[in-house]
């Protein structure tokens, strides 16, 4: 246990900058260019807080004042959506950082022959490549789920700072919203289902890091879609179409889109649904096989 999280912590100070520099900055930039655009409308008169409604522009304070009770709560429900919003583009970059993290795990040390200093320290290729997946399905995660929950609640105090001092408070509804309030126990709790889609995903990329001598990025997306294309062009010439839908869903979707959180939406409203549906489970069992793999083919494999 204490090995593993030395190689958990040496994965992260190894990739800090992808980790947790990147989407750091990129929730400080959302929060100031929130807060910038808000206090230049308030300052200018063109206060984001003014409504256009019947051909004339009104406060927001007024508009308040004369909705019903269930028109405000709509109303605060799209005020607390859109902070909420914020995490979308920080678990966009989630998944670019960790497709390339996976790509290169294998392949990088290889070719700058690092990979002879850590053998020749007493660690195993499983625990090696395992802490990558670790760090790649829980650590990483678990790093932007915080720094996006960060991001969001900063969002919501710039735009309810702003609606208070023209007078609505929109504090109490918001946060007196369940999806809000239960959000990080909501986002910690679908961790385990983004393990299981992300498996496929990882794994295939980990196994073509360990195996491809040059562009593991072309070997990793060009497999699948090529396959896909065979599928499809057999599919057209024996009148089954139905089996390029399934090829790219469960194959080529799995294998390439598993790292990108809430792909499995595509495929079921709720993330409770996918504990039933047996493609998940293959598919995770079909991922911890290509992680197996990788692991012979770093204690195998040689560029010398």
């Given at each position: 246990?204490?090995?593993?999280?030395?190689?958990?912590?040496?994965?992260?100070?190894?990739?800090?900058?992808?980790?947790?520099?990147?989407?750091?900055?990129?929730?400080?930039?959302?929060?100031?260019?929130?807060?910038?655009?808000?206090?230049?409308?308030?300052?200018?008169?063109?206060?984001?807080?003014?409504?256009?409604?019947?051909?004339?522009?009104?406060?927001?304070?007024?508009?308040?004042?004369?909705?019903?009770?269930?028109?405000?709560?709509?109303?605060?429900?799209?005020?607390?959506?859109?902070?909420?919003?914020?995490?979308?583009?920080?678990?966009?970059?989630?998944?670019?950082?960790?497709?390339?993290?996976?790509?290169?795990?294998?392949?990088?040390?290889?070719?700058?022959?690092?990979?002879?200093?850590?053998?020749?320290?007493?660690?195993?290729?499983?625990?090696?490549?395992?802490?990558?997946?670790?760090?790649?399905?829980?650590?990483?995660?678990?790093?932007?789920?915080g720094i996006s929950l960060a991001t969001s609640l900063a969002l919501m105090l710039i735009v309810g700072t702003a609606a208070l001092v023209h007078g609505v408070n929109v504090f109490g509804a918001i946060l007196g919203k369940e999806a809000v309030t239960m959000l990080p126990l909501q986002a910690v709790g679908v961790l385990p289902v983004y393990v299981l889609c992300a498996l496929p995903t990882v794994g295939w990329l980990l196994m073509v890091s360990a195996w491809a001598k040059s562009k593991p990025f072309l070997w990793a997306v060009g497999v699948p879609l090529i396959a896909l294309m065979l599928v499809k062009w057999v599919g057209y010439v024996l009148g089954m179409n139905s089996a390029t839908a399934w090829m790219a869903s469960n194959v080529a979707g799995r294998m390439l889109l598993g790292l990108v959180p809430g792909s499995w939406l595509f495929d079921h409203n709720r993330a409770g649904a996918l504990l039933h549906a047996p493609g998940v489970w293959i598919g995770a069992a079909a991922g911890l096989l290509m992680i197996y793999a990788a692991i012979r083919l770093r204690r195998f494999k040689d560029e010398g």
């Open positions: 246990m204490n090995t593993m999280k030395w190689l958990l912590k040496r994965e992260f100070w190894e990739h800090k900058g992808s980790f947790f520099w990147a989407p750091l900055i990129l929730g400080m930039v959302m929060v100031a260019v929130t807060g910038i655009t808000v206090v230049y409308g308030m300052s200018s008169g063109q206060s984001p807080f003014k409504l256009h409604l019947n051909g004339q522009m009104q406060d927001m304070q007024a508009v308040f004042n004369s909705m019903s009770a269930q028109d405000v709560r709509e109303a605060t429900s799209v005020l607390s959506n859109i902070c909420l919003g914020a995490a979308v583009p920080l678990l966009l970059m989630l998944a670019v950082t960790t497709f390339f993290y996976c790509l290169g795990a294998l392949h990088d040390e290889r070719r700058d022959r690092s990979i002879l200093f850590w053998k020749s320290l007493p660690l195993s290729d499983t625990q090696t490549v395992l802490s990558k997946v670790l760090m790649v399905t829980v650590a990483a995660p678990l790093i932007v789920i």
